[in-house]
């Protein structure tokens, strides 16, 4: 019979291989459901006929020449950057109330009612105020959309805190675990995943914030374009803009925020 050591170092690791599949099956159901959605939209406008709802093609048309005059390229890059910014912003501020709300009941019961109240302010109210006060500027634009998206994150790491085990907790204080390692092997486990769904759902709620803002007030980006087209009710320069940001955010969710998720998950397992 062979050593034990050497019969589990030759075991076969499920895990990865799962993780391989996982990716592969995902890729495809996304790749496949596009697919469909796009023969049903092709279908749809050779049917219709109708100047207001142009074929994929058309579109696609429209993309390759703003992206061979660099106005697309442009105005994505603008629009990524305000992104980026407020997206970093947002998240570093509401995990930092979250988990001071999480912690200490009695902030939590007092400064509930000002999440309640910025959870429930209108994105239009946040990004007029903030023209308003510090002007036609990105300055403006980044504040309006983090105060938008700071209440959700802090919402998400007030419950982590919450769910913190406390035996976990008196586990690290029995073996002398200390701050840092407490900190790196028994709290940041726990709240990752809810800092990941966090992220998530802070990404597709800051771009849409951000095209708002550019289309209200900026001279650039992806929000302002769309601005424009609707003005000329150019449809298909809407399609074309609004398409290509939503593919580069759905790569960035596909290639660094679901991979993310499933990892800082894994320990559930």
């Given at each position: 019979m062979a050593p034990v050591s050497t019969r589990i170092s030759s075991a076969p690791r499920p895990l990865r291989a799962f993780g391989s599949n996982s990716t592969i099956e995902r890729f495809a159901w996304m790749a496949g459901s596009l697919i469909v959605f796009g023969l049903f939209w092709q279908?749809?406008?050779d049917i219709l006929q109708n100047r207001y709802l142009p074929t994929p093609v058309a579109v696609f048309e429209?993309?390759?020449?703003?992206?061979?005059n660099g106005d697309l390229w442009k105005h994505t890059s603008a629009t990524l950057w305000r992104v980026a910014v407020a997206f970093v912003i947002s998240m570093f501020i509401g995990t930092a109330i979250g988990l001071a709300l999480g912690k200490y009941k009695t902030a939590d019961k007092f400064f509930d009612a000002w999440l309640i109240l910025f959870l429930?302010?209108?994105?239009l109210v946040t990004i007029t105020l903030c023209y308003?006060?510090?002007?036609?500027?990105?300055?403006a634009a980044i504040t309006a959309v983090a105060l938008n998206?700071?209440?959700n994150v802090a919402v998400n790491m007030r419950e982590g805190t919450r769910s913190l085990s406390k035996d976990l907790s008196e586990m690290a204080v029995m073996y002398r675990f200390g701050r840092w390692k407490t900190l790196r092997h028994v709290t940041v486990p726990q709240l990752a995943p809810f800092l990941a769904a966090a992220a998530r759902s802070g990404l597709s709620l800051v771009w849409k914030i951000v095209l708002v803002v550019e289309a209200f007030g900026r001279s650039?980006?992806?929000?302002?374009?769309?601005?424009?087209a609707f003005q000329e009710f150019?449809?298909?320069?809407i399609l074309a803009y609004a398409l290509t940001f939503i593919f580069i955010v759905q790569l960035i969710e596909f290639v660094v925020l679901q991979p993310l998720q499933a990892r800082v998950n894994a320990w559930r397992r």
């Open positions: 279908v749809l406008a429209v993309m390759l020449r703003e992206a061979r429930n302010l209108p994105a308003i006060w510090f002007g036609l500027n990105d300055t998206k700071i209440p650039n980006g992806v929000g302002y374009r769309l601005a424009i150019d449809v298909v320069t």
